[in-house]
């Protein structure tokens, strides 16, 4: 029985390492994951699991314990407060309100970026690497944009089995070539756990679709990876369920995750998909971290598209993802939502406008 994720036992300040190994593996005993934190005014222990057995010895009692703090949140590390403010600020609330930092790239030549509140980021390319040098040419010419970060896939999850599936192993090469010879960090898919060696040495970032946002298997294989996660949201998932996923993530030890809401289906709407900008502010509310939004999936056609960013910027987002491609219409996949060079060029001003607007 898993009764709830676990709560936060703050220890005695100066607490031996001996006595607090003595905690820790007593409540290891009881079947909960332990994780010592140290680094604030008080040494941590974050308790999970099947908190029940442990619930009636009350360990809050015991010697070295100083206080117990409940998770309020079905996901304690991605939610504000909890074990957060207990990092450095057992008695009050300033580290449960500082919002997470992703920074990526910065290696082998690339440019460094932070997904945050202090920055918009843009994130752009083709849905897929179709050829090789061509790929190359579009990132330079975003680059020279102010694009930050190339996105384009080479393993697709694609809905017919017959559709273009990406380059794979050659795609990964172009997106190499990206980084070495135009400084991008890049991003690109994961549809496989396998794959997961390879990609996270040769990318800067892993986007999980929306398709794979509840395959725990990946997701807490990514909670065991260091490298950042661009996490998709469903098209059909709640917030607490996209949160959920997220915790899998961040529950593993790896909290470089940047939230993506791409649209949601609905019957109703036009176009069968409807971008949840309202999230945003739900977003806000309950996690930590960077949120950005793709108006290219929630819009699916390229005339939406500009409208969506540019309401999108205006929700506070982090950033966006948009798919650029330099001849939409021989794009071999989301080519109707795909916008071409010069489109996306004047979507991006109005973004920048509309940001500039925001900070005055
Ligand atoms: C994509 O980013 O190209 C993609 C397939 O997106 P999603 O997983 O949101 O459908
Ligand atoms: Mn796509």
Redesign the pocket.
Known sequence: MSASPGFILILDRDLPATQRNRIKRRLESLGATVQFVSGGTHPVLEVFGDTLAISTLRPETWSGVARRVEFASPHPHVAWGAGRAALDDPTGAETARRPTVVALGGEGGTRRVEVGPESFTIMAGP??VEEPEATVALARTLSEFGVEVF?A?ID??RTSPYAFQGLGSVGLEALRSVREEVGLPVVT?ILDVRHLGPLSEAVDLL???????QNFTLLEELGRCRVPVLL????SATVREFLLAAEYILSGGNDAVIL?E??LRSAAASEGVVLDIGAVAELRRTTHLPVIL?P??GGAKAYRVPTLAAAATASGCDGL?I?VHSDPEIAL??GQQALDVETFRVTLARVRAIRQALRD
């Open positions: 849905c897929a996105r896939g697709k999850p898919e986007q999980v679709g929306a398709r794979n946002m998709k949201r469903a098209y993506c791409r649209g793709d290219s999936h993802l798919e996949s989301d």
